[in-house]
T-cell receptor, first 114, second 111 residues
Framework: GAVVSQHPSWVICKSGTSVKIECRSLDFQATTMFWYRQFPKQSLMLMATSNEGSKATYEQGVEKDKFLINHASLTLSTLTVTSAHPEDSSFYIC??????????FGPGTRLTVL | QQQVKQSPQSLIVQKGGISIINCAYE??????FPWYQQFPGKGPALLIA?????SEKKEGRFTISFNKSAKQFSLHIMDSQPGDSATYFC??????????FGAGTRLFVKA
């Protein structure tokens, strides 16, 4: 099946700094990408949906100014956590969807904010 | 976002036994129901999926049963193995690939 990669796989940062996470679809064009957040022993919660070249659509309760999403190409989406705080520490997972009419999930990025 | 309810929260099964996880949904706009398997520190991996016009789908040891009128579906893992120990998520998806996950079931298969 198609492959979705995320970089970095884990990151530790200081409180107040910004962190960028990349999501790439390696062998297909992803017209839509999704970003999820997963706290320990909890489910995946959808944060936002992004379509290539358009502004992201955020789920209720997700701060768009804090979680900046850019989907500049059909193979790359980025999530930037701005002014990160310890409560933003989580497992961030992206998902890419497109031809051949399927959806694939990335391996996740573990963010720890000190 | 809790549009998909999943139970049980955790499950312990003997090796060789049958693991059963149940889910229910409310939104009739959902048209695709996948199950995902997730190991610690990894992203979810698609296990098996079904569309609402089918009542049952089987792939190897994994079977989905779907009851459209009751808006319920379940995953059966036959001949459960210790390697099946993981967290399982049911999910529901609309036509635009927007996928909503259930709360998850932590399965432990005793050797």
């Amino acid at each position: 099946g198609a492959v979705v990669s995320q970089h970095p796989s884990w990151v530790i940062c200081k409180s107040g700094t910004s962190v960028k996470i990349e999501c790439r679809s390696l062998d297909f064009q992803a017209t839509t990408m999704f970003w999820y957040r997963q706290f320990p022993k909890q489910s995946l919660m959808l944060m936002a949906t992004s379509n290539e070249g358009s502004k992201a659509t955020y789920e209720q309760g997700v701060e768009k100014d804090k979680f900046l999403i850019n989907h500049a190409s059909l193979t790359l989406s980025t999530l930037t956590v701005t002014s990160a705080h310890p409560e933003d520490s989580s497992f961030y997972i992206c998902s890419a969807a497109g031809a051949p009419n399927e959806q694939f999930f990335g391996p996740g990025t573990r963010l720890t904010v000190l | 976002q809790q549009q998909v309810k999943q139970s049980p929260q955790s499950l312990i099964v003997q090796k060789g036994g049958i693991s059963i996880i149940n889910c229910a949904y409310e939104n009739t706009a959902f048209d695709y129901f996948p199950w995902y398997q997730q190991f610690p520190g990894k992203g979810p991996a698609l296990l098996i999926a079904i569309r609402p016009d089918v009542s049952e789908k089987k792939e190897g040891r994994f079977t989905i049963s779907f009851n459209k009128s009751a808006k319920q579906f379940s995953l059966h893992i036959m001949d459960s193995q210790p390697g099946d120990s993981a967290t399982y998520f049911c999910a529901a998806r609309t036509g635009g690939f927007k996928t909503i996950f259930g709360a998850g079931t932590r399965l432990f298969v005793k050797a």
